[in-house]
């Protein structure tokens, strides 16, 4: 089938992969590809620390999504993909306050019930494993199944992989209309500079962009500051592990790559400067450093604030919504960890694969606001192949 992705963030360029890697010829329109809230992201493969209260539909597809990573990497590796940066770095949740210490307490029973293995110790122990943490930590929690990629690097692989298969385009138009002197076509992608591209089936992985024809849904910005860090060759490695820290209330995390710098993120603001946001940035860096003093001594090479494609539940919106119309949103703070199971859930529905019921339900957009979505499919299972196989679009 010829398939059109509209959006080249990590969601759009792992969807094209998945179905070239299926055999289709699918091809991925964006006027500034991975530039979007993927060039922002910190890489966190969190399934377990990101398991939070009230999101249960979100927790089965953050585990899948893990397990899943291992084999799209190698598949991408051999694709002619490149390194992507995945570490299996352990990841330390620590804890300051009695009141840090209580919510950590409540999310591991939480986090354990999902099955995930949490291995609870003193300040004094996470001391032991990760030096660098400061006095201030009275409480921690390993968790050696949350790793970690690079999404910079996973979109420059995916984008390698994609070749000649990602146009810098901008949609404007997603319609019906076959225009005038072009051979007839189930759907046309019509672009910013007057063309239009045929289709058999048009994704639409724009984050946070409109694409008139594409039914509007219920994402909003959720901005994020980050931050990265050079470290002193002298005090490498300022962290082994990667280090999520409740600081009074307050999240940051700390991500250490292999060049030697370091991730520290993230705001969470629905509102504020469309820019990097001073206040946001003093907070990151007041309480990464009750966390880790060492990074006083770091070099700060980047600030950047993206914002995230957020979904009402945090949970993504992936469907079919219209005759050869798919949409794949609202990745919210976990694109990076579910793009490879968003990717293999949009090419199953391509192909009129069947679909887990569950998961189906939890992802469908018609889930919020079914009078905007004009063709919602109950039940994608069996519908989903009589809309999207050739048969029944001629039909
Ligand atoms: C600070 C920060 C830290 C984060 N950390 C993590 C993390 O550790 N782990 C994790 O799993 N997730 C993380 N996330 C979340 C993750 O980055 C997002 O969920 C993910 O990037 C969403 O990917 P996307 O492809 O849907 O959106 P985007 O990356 O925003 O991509 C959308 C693309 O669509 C394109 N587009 C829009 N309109 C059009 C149009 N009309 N025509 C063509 N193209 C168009 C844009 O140019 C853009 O490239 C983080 C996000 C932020 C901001």
Redesign the pocket.
Known sequence: MRIVV????????ATAFELRERGHDAIV??????????????????AVTETEWAQDALHPLMRDAAHAYPDFLARLTAAGGDAVGYRETATLAVAVDAADRETLTGLAVLQQQGGAVVDRMTGSRAREREPSLGPAVSAAMGIAADHQVD?RQMAASLLRALGAGVRR????RVSTDTPIGREPAHRWVHLASGDAVPADVVIA???????EGVPALPVRPV????LRLRVPEALRPLLTHTVRALVRGRSVYL?PREDGTLVV??SVREGGVAGVQAGSVLALLRDAQTVVPGIEECEVIEM??????GSPDATPLIGVVERGLIV??G?????????PLGARLVADLVEGRAVDPAVAAAVHPSRFHPADVRQVLPDLTPPAVAVLDGAGMKG
């Open positions: 509209i959006g080249a963030g990590v969601v759009g360029l329109l964006d006027p500034n590809p991975a530039g979007g809230a993927s060039r922002a992201a910190a890489g966190m493969l969190a999404p385009e901008q949609a404007v992985a724009t984050g946070l962009g409109q694409v901005w994020g500051d980050i991500v993120g993230a950047m604030a993206r914002p995230r494609p794949a949103n990745f919210d703070r976990h694109g990076v960890l579910l793009a």
